[in-house]
């Protein structure tokens, strides 16, 4: 009968898990190894700019490869750090710096739809990243 009782109190005096606080720093984190991660795709696209396994595809390949496994570890790092919530969130980022590096570097346009969507994401991460205690 006492070991009921005790496990009684220890299942009511256990602690639930404490949540913690999304800072500046580890959303530059967050946002560092999302553009890390980016970064593969436009090694990806430059790839597709050669013929297969010349020297240019082979260097991009590389240099695609090496970022993600870079993006791998420090992503690794990153998590170990901050809430897996808050860091899948924030990871969708990765649409909006594509984005970007699609304009900056490749020309593209952007269309409406492209900006709309952009800022439903922003607006899922902000909800995301708001302490609701």
């Known amino acids: 009968m006492n070991s009921e009782i005790d496990n009684k109190e220890n299942m009511t005096t256990e602690k639930s898990p404490v949540k913690k606080k999304i800072t500046v720093l580890s ?5 560092s190894g999302v553009v890390v991660y980016t970064m593969s795709g ?15 595809w082979i260097l991009w390949l590389f240099l695609e490869v090496f970022a993600l496994g870079f993006y791998a570890i420090f992503w690794q790092q990153i998590i170990k750090r901050v809430d ?23 020309g593209e346009r952007v269309t409406l739809q492209n900006i709309l969507g952009v800022i ?3 607006a899922g991460i902000m909800l995301v990243n708001q302490d609701v205690r």
């Open 84 to 106: 897996l919530s808050i860091a899948y969130a924030n990871r969708a980022f990765a649409i909006f710096w594509s984005m970007l590096w699609a304009v900056l570097i490749f």
């Open 27 to 31: 959303l530059l984190l967050i946002q």
């Open 42 to 56: 436009i090694c990806s696209k430059m790839t597709s700019r050669f013929p297969f396994m010349s020297f240019g």
């Open 120 to 122: 439903v994401i922003f």
